[in-house]
C-alpha cells in the first residue's frame, strides 16, 4: 500500500502561483512514477502531469506546458506540482497518484490515489 497526502492548495489571483506537495508513505516511493490528475466539477478526472521513478521523464497535457512543472525528491517521499500563470479553467480538484507502470497517461493504471487538494483561480 501507498499512502498518498496533497497539500498547498487554494485561492489564487489569475496570473498567480501555487506548489502542490504529495507526501508519500508506505511502500518504496522511488518504485513508483507518479502523476498529477485534476478534477473539476462536472468533468472527467484528467491528466495533468506524470513523472517517472528517477525523475528523468516527465510528461504534461497540452493545456499546462510551460505553466506547470511536476518533480519529485525522493529521498523526502514527496512529489511536487509548481503551478504557474494559473487561469480560472485550471480550478479544480488536484489528485496524485501513483502507478507501477512507465508514466501512465490513463488514470486507470494508477493504482494509489490521495485524496486531492482544492485550486481556486479567480479573474
Known amino acids: 500500500q501507498v499512502q498518498l497526502v496533497e497539500s498547498g492548495g487554494g485561492l489564487v489571483q489569475a496570473g498567480g502561483s501555487l506548489r502542490l506537495s504529495c507526501a508519500a508513505s508506505?511502500?518504496?516511493?522511488?518504485?513508483?512514477?507518479m502523476g498529477w490528475f485534476r478534477q473539476a466539477p462536472g468533468k472527467e478526472r484528467e491528466f495533468v502531469a506524470g513523472i517517472s521513478e528517477s525523475g528523468s521523464i516527465n510528461h504534461y497535457t497540452t493545456s499546462v506546458l510551460g505553466r506547470f512543472t511536476i518533480s519529485r525528491t525522493n529521498t523526502k517521499n514527496t512529489l511536487y506540482l509548481q503551478m504557474n500563470s494559473l487561469k480560472p479553467e485550471d480550478t479544480a480538484i488536484y489528485y496524485c497518484?501513483?502507478?507501477?507502470?512507465?508514466?501512465?497517461?490513463?488514470?486507470?493504471?494508477?493504482?494509489?490515489w490521495g485524496q486531492g487538494t482544492q485550486v481556486t483561480v479567480a479573474l
Open positions: 497518484a501513483a502507478s507501477s507502470k512507465a508514466v501512465p497517461t490513463n488514470r486507470f493504471e494508477y493504482e494509489y
Open positions: 508506505g511502500r518504496t516511493f522511488s518504485n513508483y512514477a
